[in-house]
Every structure is written in C-alpha cells, then in structure tokens.
C-alpha cells in the first residue's frame, strides 16, 4: 500500500499548470480517490465564498456534480444511485 504522504493535496503549490487528475486519500482510509478537472472559470463568474456560479445558487455540490458532470455509467451509477 503507498503511504498517505504521496497523495497528499498540500502539494498542489509545487505545480506550475493545472493538473487534469488528482489522486489522493481521506484520512485513514485505503482508497484512493480520482479527481478530474471539468471545468476552468473565470473569477468574475464564481462567488468567491460560496464558489458557485449562478445557475448553481441553491445547489449542493453533489447536485452540481450530478447535474453538469456525472456523465459516464460508472459515475453515475456509484455515486448517484445512493
């Protein structure tokens, strides 16, 4: 099993351009977990606290999630189905 320290996320600094994948862990868990970017947004169309965009206003990140990015079967069905 690799250590908990090579996903560790505080070592998204050390890198100069996006990454399209993360990979990392909660806590003690031995998943693995894939991150992919699906989208870059300009500042001025985010809320800088809330971070979401308008037609997202009420919204919970698994609804956003579902609604604009869920659109493979495997997605879909391990995280929308529970």
Same mark, same amino acid.
């Given at each position: 099993? &690799?250590?908990?320290?090579?996903? #560790?996320? !505080?070592?998204?600094?050390?890198?100069? =351009?996006? *990454?399209?994948?993360?990979h990392?862990?909660w806590?003690?868990s031995?998943?693995?977990?894939?991150? &992919?970017?699906?989208?870059?947004? #300009?500042? !001025?169309?985010?809320?800088?606290?809330? =971070?979401? *965009?308008?037609?997202?206003?009420?919204?919970?990140?698994?609804?956003?999630?579902?609604?604009?990015? &869920?659109?493979?079967?495997?997605?879909?069905?391990?995280?929308?189905?529970?």
């Amino acid at each position: 099993m &690799a250590t908990h320290s090579e996903f #560790d996320v !505080g070592l998204l600094e050390n890198y100069q =351009k996006e *990454k399209y994948l993360l990979h990392f862990q909660w806590g003690d868990s031995s998943d693995v977990y894939r991150y &992919a970017l699906v989208e870059i947004i #300009d500042q !001025g169309k985010i809320g800088h606290r809330s =971070k979401q *965009k308008d037609d997202e206003k009420n919204l919970s990140q698994k609804e956003v999630w579902k609604k604009k990015y &869920a659109t493979n079967h495997t997605s879909l069905n391990k995280f929308c189905i529970r």
